[in-house]
């Protein structure tokens, strides 16, 4: 495993929409890993793919319940919605208000190939949305209905 660098925003790769990982092979899953050493190592809660300069629809996510892998995301299903403060890692020192729905459920891909759905509420659901925007070209600046001052 290794830590990758992470891109920031001005990065044209933050702009891009990602491609579909087609085959789940050695550098899809070393990737993987180093995804998640990258994102613990920052602190953060998730990671994509285009953050670490690859265009392929792949994000981790770890609320504190664990590391979950997408490959593939795609939100299936939201309902209901709240305003809450949102940073991102290729933002650093900035947060904002974004609304975002209060329950998602996703479809995707493990690192086995299995495919599968995840619902999440809260945090989990927050975080879901703001990395598959990312795999879309979406910046949780591009969302921010209020900037939160930080002391």
């Known amino acids: 495993m290794a ?4 891109r920031k925003l001005g990065d044209d790769i933050l702009r891009k929409k990602c491609r579909p990982v087609e ?3 050695n550098r899809i ?3 993987l890993d180093d995804m998640a050493q990258t994102m613990y190592d920052a602190n953060g809660v998730g990671l994509a793919a285009p953050q670490v300069g690859i265009l392929k629809r792949i994000a ?27 940073g991102c890692l290729s933002v650093p020192g900035k ?3 974004v609304d975002r729905p209060t329950k998602v459920t996703v479809h995707a891909t493990d690192r086995d190939g299995n495919q599968y759905e995840i619902t999440g509420e809260g945090l989990l659901a927050r ?4 990395e598959i925007d990312h795999l879309d070209g979406t910046v949780f600046v591009d969302k921010v209905i209020e900037y939160t001052e930080v002391d």
């Open 60 to 86: 981790v996510i770890d609320v504190g319940d664990g590391i979950i892998e997408l490959i593939n995301p795609e939100i299936i299903s939201v309902s209901g919605s709240e305003i809450a403060d949102e």
């Open 127 to 130: 975080a879901l949305c703001h």
């Open 95 to 97: 947060y904002g208000k």
């Open 29 to 31: 899953l070393t990737l």
């Open 3 to 6: 830590l990758r660098n992470i």
């Open 23 to 25: 085959e789940i092979d």
